[in-house]
């Protein structure tokens, strides 16, 4: 069954279609206690959408920022104004290290493809810090295991993956939201992936697959070693590991775009350099929905 185009849209200036768009949110929310945001195309602006071969809306996955969903907001307007079904989850820090949880928060945020009759469209997941990342391997496992990879289209990294570090470690120390033996046993993970990492810049890669037969391997070595979908790195000029992992996935022969944006940091890419990311963001969305943007 098909559904009718932008049924629920996210509209400026129309009050009842937004409360329609959170009343089926809210509904969602209660069911699953998961808090997400899911918007369909503004209605209304045909000058500047993306137009796929098969005339269907593209469904972007924006995660990340740690709950923090005020940047993925104004983003996510973006997509919607071009044409995009835009699905937004922004996973609770503590999730960083126990990503173990996020398993079935990805099989509830995948499952709203069929459910919402969006399976013949293009998927595109935009990825923000490690939080974002860290959702990403799981999201493409789902994607295939319900006969949707050839949806996926491509991959965007702001900010993320990134080895592990001691930085990291701290961090867990800082973590008020973390207690008692969950703290001990983040440590142990962390510390664990930390020195598999080691290991592997030691030894080589051969390590590192021959250790996947025991342990997942972590996000950054997802990223790094897959050469499907296309992906988009933006990064700092600061941001050498990630400037690595992007290069490395490229010489794996995988079609890569590096973004370096050199008056901004870690987090404020697209708060600073609004303008130029937009502009990055749309051309490599026009390349994976092979889509000619009228002006």
Request: glycine share 6%; aromatic share 8%; proline share 6%.
């Amino acid at each position: 069954m098909a559904r009718p185009k932008s049924a629920v849209a996210r509209s400026h200036g129309k009050r009842e279609t937004l409360d329609r768009s959170e009343t089926l949110e809210n509904i969602w929310e209660q069911k699953d206690e998961l808090e997400f945001h899911m918007r369909f195309p503004t209605p209304g602006i045909a000058e500047h959408i993306y137009k796929t071969k098969e005339d269907v809306e593209p469904v972007v996955y924006l995660l990340g920022w740690e709950g923090d969903d005020g940047d993925l907001s104004s983003l996510s307007e973006c997509y919607e104004e071009r044409g995009c079904v835009t699905i937004r989850y922004s996973p609770p820090k503590h999730l960083n290290t126990f990503r173990s949880k996020l398993q079935p928060i990805v099989q509830r945020l995948v499952g709203l493809i069929p459910e919402m009759c969006l399976t013949d469209s293009p998927i595109i997941i935009h990825c923000f810090g490690d939080s974002g990342t860290n959702l990403y391997p799981y999201i493409v496992q789902e994607v295939r295991d319900q006969g949707l990879s050839d949806s996926l289209r491509g991959a965007i990294f702001d900010n993320g993956p990134r080895p592990p570090t001691i930085k990291k470690l701290v961090g867990i120390l800082e973590d008020s939201s973390i207690k008692g033996q969950d703290r001990l046993f983040a440590l142990l993970l962390v510390l664990l992936e930390l020195g598999l990492f080691l290991l592997t810049m030691l030894v080589g890669s051969s390590f590192a697959a021959h250790i996947s037969r025991w342990f997942p391997p972590p996000p950054w070595q997802v990223v790094q070693e897959e050469e499907h979908p296309p992906a988009m790195f933006m990064y700092s000029a600061q941001d050498v590991d990630l400037e690595k992992i992007g290069f490395a996935r490229q010489n794996k022969g995988g079609i890569v775009i590096m973004n370096k944006y050199e008056n901004s940091d870690a987090q404020s890419h697209y708060t600073v350099s609004t303008e130029q990311y937009e502009d990055d963001v749309n051309k490599f969305v026009q390349l994976l929905t092979n889509s000619d943007e009228t002006e």
